[in-house]
């Protein structure tokens, strides 16, 4: 798996359960180091242990865990990259959902050896969508992303997460547009803010 | 006039014969077609502006402005009339603001016919980096078929990689610094360094090893000289010599330290023999006087050495035992260079000769006065 994700998750459970908590997912996966390094590649395993570890220790469902995961990449300060980035798939939450095709491609774009999910949008009358991915039941990341979006966008959804088949092989998030302004979204500009 | 017809004649590529006519282009459709394009009229004047165009000079109304004097022409650079600029029809131009931030614009010209006037259409080029920060642009400010937001998106993309890559390298060199640290190689000759020197002290100062060793400290002779005289690659090279030189001349137990620069500490293990310890030192100071080449030219460089005896000791010490053995180092360097004075506990310190004779060093203070 690619460091960025373990990296990713490595931040969340700091940033969000203490320095602590870290050290005993870390001690729980069994863990060489307690630091991922984002540009580096580990072992799919070790992702899982990590995920596992840190589900069983903050009793937290798995899924529930991802898609916290997700929410966090999206809304936390320190990941205002991402957000940025996410941002350029369009001016809309729809449009964005659009993009979201282009995923795969664009973290490829960015970092050649990045394997983020291939994403497939069904756009059913407008207000409803499927998006079908694939990500070895990582999928419920990309919920907690989308939730995050919403807001970013100040849309009004409604998003459920399905998986089926051996180890989630097919995942699916089900959106339900309810209102595309809901709330005033945050601001984006391509030109970043200097500080 | 709302709108404008392409003829068909841009790059006048299309051959002899008239033209058929073009569709005719209202201005919305030209706003969505181009958002920077402006199109200037016969007389020279912009009749109409795309709105990302309009969007670089907010609060300056350019419709009706004479295009010669909203623009500076960069290329083609005799620019000086409109007809200058007709004459380069479907030709690629280059332009600048003449007032505020001087972003330079990119396009290609196209002429109407017609009395028309001609089409610029514009691109930000490099500057659209800046320019979407300085003027608050948004993706809808570029055409969809517009690869400017994906070239905007790669460009932060890259520069937040290059930042993590950064703290990667940082703290990679922050481990190679700490591992550098707790290593115990010199890493120009490869001899054991002080660390690995103390480490090895510290263990046969423990009093069950009951060790009876030598120590010897060694300084090069001359060897500055051969740094300022001939650089510090030559200084380095003879380094290495030395160091070969005093692995070749010690036996494998014995431990062979750079303990800095040009000094260096020999412990003799499990030898305490005065008569040993000075055929080695002897025959170590004969060696390193051999010339050593560098690039074809002879370094010349000797050594003085100071020994201590473990024997000179009831409980080991190894910081004093280092001071004696400087103390007897000195004693060889103001004796002339190029000589072994050891410490023996009853004697003080006695210069060895190279035939092993023995005479005592003659106090001379203050380094000696507090000889033992």
Known sequence: ??????????????????????????????????????????????????????????????????????????????????????????????????????????????????????????????SSFTLGLCWGDLGPVVLGVLRAMADEYGALVLMEYHASGAHARDEAITIELLETTHAEGRSFALGRVRR | MTGVAANGTAGGATGAGPAPPGPLLPKGALDLLMPLHVWVGASGHIEHCGPTLRKLRPGQILTGARLLEVFEWRRPNTVRVLADLLAHDGEKVQLAFRDGPRDTLRGIVVALGDGQGAILNLSLGISVVEAVGRYGLTGTDFAPFDPTVEMLYLIEAQSAILAESRKLNKRLEGARIAAEKQAFTDTLTGLRNRRAMDHALERLADPHMSERFGLMHLDLDYFKEVNDTLGHAAGDHVLRQVARILLAETRRDDMVVRAGGDEFVLICRNCDDVAVLNRIAQRIIERLEEPILFEGRPCRVSASIGTTLSSNYAAQDASQMLSDADRALYASKDGGRARHTVFIRDAGLVELARDAGVRPVPPSPPRDAAAH
């Open chain 1, 1 to 126: 798996m690619h460091g960025l994700i373990n990296r990713s998750i490595q931040c969340f459970v700091r940033d969000t359960y203490g320095a602590d908590r870290w050290a005993e997912v870390c001690a729980r996966a069994k863990l060489e180091s307690q630091d991922f390094e984002a540009l580096l590649t580990y072992d799919d395993a070790l992702t899982d242990a990590v995920i596992r570890a840190a589900s069983e220790l903050l009793e937290k469902e798995r899924v529930l865990f991802l898609e916290d995961l997700g929410h966090y990449l999206v809304t936390h300060p320190e990941s205002d990259a991402l957000r940025r980035l996410l941002r350029f798939g369009g001016e809309t939450f729809v449009d964005f959902l659009h993009s979201l095709e282009e995923l795969h491609d664009r973290g490829r774009l960015a970092l050649p050896d990045l394997d983020l999910p291939r994403i497939e949008m069904r756009e059913h009358g407008g």
